[in-house]
């Protein structure tokens, strides 16, 4: 089994800055893609940034303000997120796309997630 555990959430206000992070742990053979969703009450879970073997992907609206790293030895992922605003208050949810042996597929396994809550 996998498991994906995140930290780094909190209350900040406005202008501030958070760091997120995000470590996969279990049964892992090779991690593809590694990112963090968001999503708020009655809303769609959007896709905020995600890290691969094809580079950096960002939400239009986090673009210059947000940045996804990843430590490949230590099966983490990273958002640094600054400059944040209240429209960035959510949860936070991190994923790891996973292959548990080198003749299996690709699974994406979640955390539980991470409230960030921006005050103005």
């Known amino acids: 089994q996998v498991q994906v555990v995140e930290s780094g959430g909190g209350l900040v206000q406005a202008g501030g800055s958070l760091r997120l992070s995000c470590a996969a742990s279990g049964r892992i053979f090779s991690i593809n893609a590694m990112g963090w969703y968001r999503q708020n009450t009655g809303k769609q879970r959007e896709l905020v940034a995600l890290?691969?073997?094809?580079?950096?992907k960002y939400l239009d609206s986090v673009k210059g303000r947000f940045t996804i790293s990843r430590d490949n030895t230590k099966n983490t992922v990273y958002l640094q997120m600054n400059s944040l605003k209240p429209e960035d208050t959510a949860v936070y949810l991190c994923?790891?796309?996973?292959?548990?042996?080198?003749?299996?597929?690709?699974?994406?396994?979640w955390g539980q997630g991470t409230q960030v809550t921006v005050s103005s």
């Open positions: 994923y790891a796309d996973v292959s548990e042996r080198w003749n299996s597929g690709y699974l994406n396994y």
């Open positions: 890290i691969g073997r094809g580079g950096t």
